[in-house]
């Protein structure tokens, strides 16, 4: 069985801090993703990464960078948290362009910034 | 680019009644479309997708979904529901070759005895 697993499950940080999610997964996938989930708003895509060193800008990366210096795990960093990025985080991951389309998902981290 | 909507934001139902998720996705070029489920407190698990072929595509735990490429729909049906059935629903769409979705908003059915 494909498992993600996010280094948290509860974070609580405050305002200004810099913030590390981390994402792993073990089934050698090429493509990781993060995404956060809004009530109301469904899943948006952060940043996703196709390749170790590799990265794209997703929908709503404003506010946030993403780090992949090893094919397993994926960090999503907030540079300097703010209480409008309190949201439940996710990550993903995908094959690759074999089967691209199925893609498996971490238990999320629910992040609030005070 | 493409979009995707749910029309219904929340679902009650009562447990061993049928259940029918409603997804509409706009797209000009030909896409492969996903049902999702989240449990409380958990990641989201794939239920079934259509990639081609057959447009009835049968999931796990009793769902099935039906792509309908004139009326731009991919609704979701379940014929008898239970208790534990009682989770949030995400439709989504795949964006391109790499795998990026587009998710619905989110459908929380909410089973009742």
């Known amino acids: 069985d494909v498992k993600v697993t996010q280094s948290s499950r509860y974070l609580v940080k405050r305002t200004g801090e810099k913030v590390f999610l981390e994402c792993v997964q073990d089934?050698?996938?090429?493509?990781m993703f993060w995404y956060r989930q809004d009530p109301g708003l469904g899943l948006r895509l952060i940043y996703f990464?196709?390749?170790?060193?590799?990265?794209e800008k997703g929908d709503i990366p404003e506010g946030y960078s993403v780090s992949r210096e090893k094919k397993e795990r994926f960090s999503l960093i907030l540079e300097s948290a703010s209480t409008n990025q309190t949201s439940m985080y996710l990550c993903?991951?995908?094959?690759?362009?074999?089967?691209?389309?199925?893609?498996?998902f971490g238990p999320g981290t629910r992040l609030t910034v005070t | 680019a493409q979009s995707v909507t749910q029309l219904d934001s929340q679902v009650p139902v009562f447990e061993e009644a049928p259940v029918e998720l409603r997804c509409n996705y706009s797209?000009?070029?030909?896409?492969?479309l996903f049902w999702y489920v989240q449990y409380p407190n958990q990641g989201l698990q794939l239920l079934l997708k259509?990639?081609?072929?057959?447009?009835l595509v049968k999931g796990i735990n009793g769902f099935e979904a039906e792509f309908n490429k004139s009326q731009t729909s991919f609704h979701l049906r379940k014929p008898s529901v239970h208790i534990s059935d009682t989770a949030e629903y995400f439709c989504?769409?795949?964006?391109?070759?790499?795998?990026?979705?587009?998710f619905g908003a989110g459908t929380q059915v909410v089973v009742t005895p």
């Open positions: 259509y990639l081609s072929g057959s447009t």
């Open positions: 993903a991951s995908s094959l690759g362009q074999v089967r691209p389309y199925e893609q498996y």
């Open positions: 990464s196709y390749d170790v060193k590799m990265k």
């Open positions: 989504a769409v795949s964006v391109d070759s790499w795998g990026k979705f587009q």
């Open positions: 797209s000009s070029v030909s896409v492969y």
């Open positions: 089934m050698d996938h090429e493509n």
